[in-house]
């Protein structure tokens, strides 16, 4: 399993404390310096003032309670996530293993575009820097780390993002024609599945979604045609689906191009 980086001292200063004590000791302070103020003031004050005092005193202890509380219940939630971060879900996959998924979708899209075998090699370069130029601009627009090629136990992933309690698992794929096998789709979708179960039980409370990121080389009727049948395919999935659409000359302009 893939060894975790030492954790920072954020990390280690829990957020519940951080505002728990600086909200423990004003309260302590105010009710000390109430009853002092009663104590020593007592004999000068009306009965309206006493009251009045000590109805604060009481006002602001129950503040001061419900706040703290609904602190607790707010990070608690993050806290316990943080914990179960410690051993983490996921495994960087082997060489093997992406070699394997890598030469797989490109035998698939040669055999499409009826390239000889001989001519792999170049579609196999083409795949390569279409998939990460995807992920560079997923990066760019989420604003967060990625980690690219993981597994979740059998389910393999070219990317997965983690937000807090949202974990995003990335697909990438290089299409020439306004379609996607069915085997294709129906792969992924159990892969889904079978990940939103694993979640469910290594990560509890976790939210997962699927980012489908395909580069494309079509025209704006074929992105069309190609969005319409992947959202009604994906419509019944036990986790919400984010289909974009990557124009491959646009990713090289951005990226690429001088």
Same mark, same amino acid.
């Given at each position: 399993?893939?060894?975790?980086?030492?954790?920072?001292?954020?990390?280690?200063? #829990?957020p519940?404390?951080?505002?728990?004590?600086?909200?423990?000791?004003?309260?302590i302070?105010?009710?000390?310096?109430?009853?002092l103020?009663?104590?020593?003031?007592?004999?000068?004050?009306?009965?309206?003032?006493k009251?009045?005092?000590?109805i604060?005193?009481?006002?602001? #202890?129950?503040?001061?309670?419900?706040?703290?509380?609904?602190?607790?219940?707010?990070?608690?939630r993050?806290?316990?996530?943080?914990?179960?971060?410690? #051993?983490?879900?996921?495994?960087?996959m082997?060489?093997?293993?992406?070699?394997r998924?890598?030469?797989?979708?490109?035998?698939?899209l040669?055999?499409?575009?009826?390239?000889?075998?001989?001519q792999?090699?170049?579609?196999?370069?083409?795949?390569?820097?279409?998939?990460?130029?995807?992920?560079?601009?997923?990066?760019?627009?989420?604003?967060?780390?990625?980690?690219?090629?993981?597994?979740?136990?059998?389910a393999?992933f070219?990317?997965?993002?983690?937000?807090?309690?949202?974990i995003?698992?990335?697909?990438?794929?290089?299409l020439v024609t306004?379609?996607?096998?069915?085997?294709?789709?129906?792969?992924?979708?159990k892969?889904?599945?079978?990940t939103?179960?694993?979640?469910?039980?290594?990560?509890?409370?976790s939210?997962?979604?699927?980012?489908?990121?395909?580069?494309?080389?079509?025209?704006?009727?074929?992105?069309?045609?190609?969005?319409?049948?992947?959202?009604?395919?994906?419509? #019944?999935?036990?986790?919400?689906?984010?289909?974009?659409?990557?124009?491959?000359?646009?990713?090289?302009?951005?990226?690429?191009?001088?």
């Amino acid at each position: 399993m893939a060894k975790r980086n030492e954790r920072s001292l954020s990390n280690y200063l #829990s957020p519940t404390k951080n505002h728990l004590i600086p909200i423990t000791i004003l309260v302590i302070v105010a009710c000390l310096s109430g009853g002092l103020a009663i104590a020593f003031g007592s004999q000068h004050l009306e009965n309206t003032q006493k009251w009045a005092l000590i109805i604060f005193l009481i006002v602001f #202890s129950i503040l001061g309670l419900t706040v703290s509380t609904w602190l607790i219940l707010r990070h608690s939630r993050k806290l316990s996530v943080g914990q179960r971060d410690d #051993s983490p879900y996921w495994q960087i996959m082997l060489p093997e293993s992406q070699r394997r998924k890598l030469n797989a979708e490109v035998k698939e899209l040669g055999a499409i575009m009826n390239i000889p075998p001989q001519q792999l090699g170049d579609l196999r370069s083409a795949y390569i820097v279409a998939e990460d130029l995807a992920l560079r601009q997923l990066e760019q627009e989420t604003k967060t780390t990625m980690i690219r090629h993981v597994s979740i136990e059998a389910a393999e992933f070219d990317a997965i993002m983690v937000n807090n309690d949202i974990i995003t698992c990335i697909e990438t794929t290089f299409l020439v024609t306004p379609h996607v096998s069915q085997e294709k789709i129906n792969t992924t979708l159990k892969k889904i599945e079978f990940t939103a179960k694993k979640i469910n039980e290594l990560r509890p409370g976790s939210k997962l979604r699927l980012l489908l990121a395909l580069v494309t080389q079509l025209d704006q009727e074929g992105e069309a045609k190609l969005r319409s049948t992947l959202i009604s395919k994906f419509s #019944s999935t036990p986790v919400d689906v984010d289909i974009r659409l990557l124009d491959f000359e646009g990713l090289q302009k951005i990226f690429v191009a001088d």
